[in-house]
T-cell receptor, first 114, second 111 residues
Framework: DTEVTQTPKHLVMGMTNKKSLKCEQH?????MYWYKQKAKKPPELMFV???????INESVPSRFSPECPNSSLLNLHLHALQPEDSALYLC?????????????FGQGTRLTVV | EDQVTQSPEALRLQEGESSSLNCSYT??????LFWYRQDPGKGPEFLFT???AGEEKEKERLKATLTKKESFLHITAPKPEDSATYLC????????????FGKGTKLSVKP
């Protein structure tokens, strides 16, 4: 099983709302990632958690707040977003963050900020 | 300068017309090259991992190869269901485990 599950699939939120994106994997992977993808562009890394600790933060604005409650779960808390934050948000996991193995992606959450 | 460059940006094929997609990279200390397929509005689907020059992997109509500077994704006798964007990504010594993606090749296969 190489499944990464993301919820919700679609989310529409106002600029004053607070919402959370959720990601789950049961492959025993110890690295989990958040990527942001705009239309017709490749995924861009936002955060990496390795062994449940934040190891990479790619200078992401503080209105995005990641959380890794345990080795299987990854959340992305959203607050006071801007319309330009509308994008496909992808979660991925791999065996370990510093290693050489492939990452498996979820189906993404399509976020629209109004 | 882009570290990973894919060409062509878009490719239109007739069903059954074989072709190749290119991914060239300029990073040093390559730790892995990865091919993904992405359908519109979906997450990337993992296809292949290549680690060293000369390595080849195959899956159905797809075959991936790797040299010291580039990788090719060969598509033999493609079908309309192979239409998608194909993404190449690398991990290298300085990427801290991050996947560095190319911009992708959008493949359209017409019946």
């Amino acid at each position: 099983d190489t499944e990464v599950t993301q919820t919700p699939k679609h989310l529409v939120m106002g600029m004053t709302n607070k919402k959370s994106l959720k990601c789950e994997q049961h492959m025993g992977h110890r690295a989990m990632y958040w990527y942001k993808q705009k239309a017709k562009k490749p995924p861009e890394l936002m955060f990496v958690y390795s062994y449940e600790k934040l190891s990479i933060n790619e200078s992401v604005p503080s209105r995005f707040s990641p959380e890794c409650p345990n080795s299987s779960l990854l959340n992305l808390h959203l607050h006071a977003l801007q319309p330009e934050d509308s994008a496909l948000y992808l979660c991925a996991s791999s065996q370990d963050g510093g290693g050489d193995t492939e990452a498996f992606f979820g189906q993404g959450t399509r976020l629209t900020v109004v | 300068e882009d570290q990973v460059t894919q060409s062509p940006e878009a490719l239109r094929l007739q069903e059954g017309e074989s072709s190749s997609l290119n991914c060239s990279y300029t990073v040093s200390g390559l730790r892995g090259l990865f091919w993904y397929r992405q359908d519109p509005g979906k997450g990337p689907e993992f296809l292949f991992t290549l680690y060293s020059a000369g390595e080849e992997k195959e899956k159905e109509r797809l075959k991936a190869t790797l040299t010291k500077k580039e990788s090719f994704l060969h598509i033999t006798a493609p079908k309309p269901e192979d239409s998608a964007t194909y993404l190449c990504a690398v991990r290298y010594g300085g990427s801290q485990g991050n996947l560095i993606f190319g911009k992708g090749t959008k493949l359209s296969v017409k019946p």
